[in-house]
């Protein structure tokens, strides 16, 4: 069985956008949540993951996130928009994310 690779975005209680990439979008997420998952979210605290999106190599979900970081606010929000009207509900049940919101 393969490795999965995520590229994400999460939405910063002061309404930044942080992107990143994992292999463990659970623990992540987690972590940023708690503030040892980045520097960035440690100090621009997390409000909700945004967008996900899975690869099946490292180096493919490093990529994207290098394009992704290069985008406009613009274009990271036409992307999120478009995610959230398409996957974000099969991802977040699946991945059961929803639940580390309520914290």
Same mark, same amino acid.
């Given at each position: 069985?393969?490795?999965?690779?995520?590229?994400?975005?999460?939405?910063? +209680?002061?309404?930044?956008?942080?992107? =990143?990439?994992?292999?463990?979008?659970?623990?992540?997420?987690?972590?940023?949540?708690?503030?040892? =998952?980045?520097?960035?979210? +440690?100090?621009?605290?997390?409000?909700?993951?945004?967008?996900?999106?899975?690869?099946?190599?490292?180096?493919?979900?490093?990529?994207?996130?290098?394009?992704? +970081?290069?985008?406009?606010?613009?274009? +990271?929000?036409?992307?999120?928009?478009?995610?959230?009207?398409?996957?974000?509900?099969?991802?977040?049940?699946?991945?059961?994310?929803?639940?580390?919101?309520?914290?």
């Amino acid at each position: 069985m393969s490795e999965i690779f995520y590229t994400y975005l999460i939405l910063t +209680k002061n309404d930044t956008l942080y992107c =990143g990439y994992t292999n463990d979008i659970k623990q992540r997420y987690y972590k940023h949540l708690s503030g040892t =998952g980045a520097k960035y979210t +440690k100090v621009n605290k997390p409000s909700r993951l945004v967008y996900i999106e899975s690869f099946d190599s490292k180096s493919n979900a490093m990529k994207r996130e290098n394009e992704i +970081k290069k985008l406009t606010r613009r274009d +990271k929000l036409k992307i999120v928009e478009l995610f959230n009207r398409t996957k974000n509900e099969l991802y977040y049940k699946a991945l059961d994310i929803n639940k580390m919101y309520e914290q």
